[in-house]
Structures are given as C-alpha cells and as structure tokens.
C-alpha cells in the first residue's frame, strides 16, 4: 500500500539552531500538506503543496517536483513554541487518499 | 475562508454503546471527506474517503457496520462509532477539500473517550 516515511521521528534543537524534517513517498504523490499538532490534538495547516516550495516566516517547505517522491520542512531559528509534533500528509496520484507520515515531535530547549 | 467545524469536541461513552461525530464545512464545499482516527502515541489512519455522489470507500480494518458515515451534501458528513469499546478510543478526524487535487482543511477533532 501507500507509504510515507517520516524522519525524524524524534528531534531536540537548541533555541536559534536550524533543522529539518522529511518524508520519504514509496510512490509518486500529488500534492503534500504539512502539519502541526497542538496540545489540544487540533491540527494546524502550515503548508499545502503541489509542487515547488513554500516560505512563512521562520518555515519552509519544498516539494521535490521532478519525481514527487518526497517533501521537507525546514525550520530555521527555532523557537521554544516551534514545539510540538509535524506530521506530513500526501496525496496519491492516483487514488487521491491522503496518507500520514508517522509523525515527528520536535522539542526546543533553551 | 474555509474552514471545518467539528463537535462534539470530546466525548465519553460506555463500552458497546454508540457515538455520532459531525462535521460542517464553511466558506467551501466539501465534495470529499475523510475520516481519521488517531490512537494514543500513534499517527492518523484513514477510516473512509467519502465522495458526494460516489459509494464511501472504507480502508482495511475499517467497515460501514461499524463506523457508517453519511454525506448527504456538499456542507456535511457525519460519522457513527457503533459498539464503541476501548480500542476504538482515541482523536477522530474529519478533513474535507472541494476538488481532490486541493487543500485538505480539517476539523479540530472529536477526542473520544470509552469507559
């Protein structure tokens, strides 16, 4: 079936550093959305893309055009409120399922 | 904009009685819906992909006998969890987008809790 890997699925920065999170598609992808979740469960949209990439703020993301077999987000100038867990979700081409990736939890220290 | 209004937020409900989950979309229409199911420290599955017009389609795992789901217009879809018992706990989600090729937009959650 469907695959989306996701990687890290654990990642600790120190405030001010620089990282980034990607997943993996086991097959050709329309388009990817990335997520973070509050403490609440709620999911925040951060991006949506069909190609390309995409910049807001402190955040950005690309999506591999050519092959559409993976995604990033990059984070830069991580903050203590950038804490939390990003999952990715992608959508087949063929099929228009949107599948999970497994989800990173990212944790700021000071 | 759009967006997706979900409730109840949370619920509780005994073992093996039935709970319904709604969702209404806002400023879009919702030609497809899916439904989610976080389980605790695990990612979202996809429960049902659910298309105006089309038959529901339910992934592996997951039947209309127990989670039926309706999708009467392009503002609304509801889901049951029928006999409800603790591994059907967990966060459900709707997330509805206009054509298939465009943005999800998702519902804050359903959180259900069985006892």
């Known amino acids: 079936g469907d695959q989306v890997e996701q990687s890290p699925s654990a990642l600790s920065l120190h405030e001010g550093t620089d990282s980034a999170l990607r997943c993996n598609f086991t097959?050709?992808?329309?388009?990817v959305q990335w997520f973070r979740q509050n403490s609440r469960g709620s999911l925040i949209s951060l991006f949506y893309?069909?190609?390309?990439t995409k910049e807001n703020g402190r955040l950005k993301s690309a999506f591999d055009s050519k092959e559409r077999r993976y995604s990033t987000l990059h984070i830069r100038d991580a903050q203590l409120e950038d804490s939390g867990t990003y999952f990715c979700?992608?959508?087949?081409?063929?099929?228009?399922?949107?599948?999970f990736g497994a989800g990173t939890r990212l944790k700021v220290i000071a | 904009g759009a967006l997706v209004y979900q409730y109840p937020r949370r619920t509780i409900c005994k073992s093996g009685t039935s709970m319904r989950m709604e969702c209404q979309a806002v400023?879009?229409?919702?030609?497809?819906v899916a439904w989610y199911r976080q389980s605790p420290q695990k990612t979202f599955e996809l429960i049902a992909l659910s298309t105006v017009n089309s038959a529901i389609k339910y992934e592996q795992n997951f039947t209309q006998e127990k989670f039926p789901i309706s999708h009467p217009n392009l503002s609304f879809s509801s889901m049951t969890v029928l006999n409800a018992y603790l591994e059907d706990r967990g966060l459900y989600l709707c997330?509805?987008?206009?054509?298939?090729?465009?943005?999800?937009?998702f519902g804050k959650g359903t959180r259900l809790t069985v006892v």
């Open positions: 097959t050709t992808m329309r388009s």
């Open positions: 400023g879009f229409q919702a030609t497809s």
């Open positions: 997330g509805a987008r206009e054509q298939l090729n465009t943005e999800v937009f």
């Open positions: 893309l069909a190609s390309g």
């Open positions: 979700a992608a959508a087949n081409t063929g099929n228009y399922k949107y599948v």
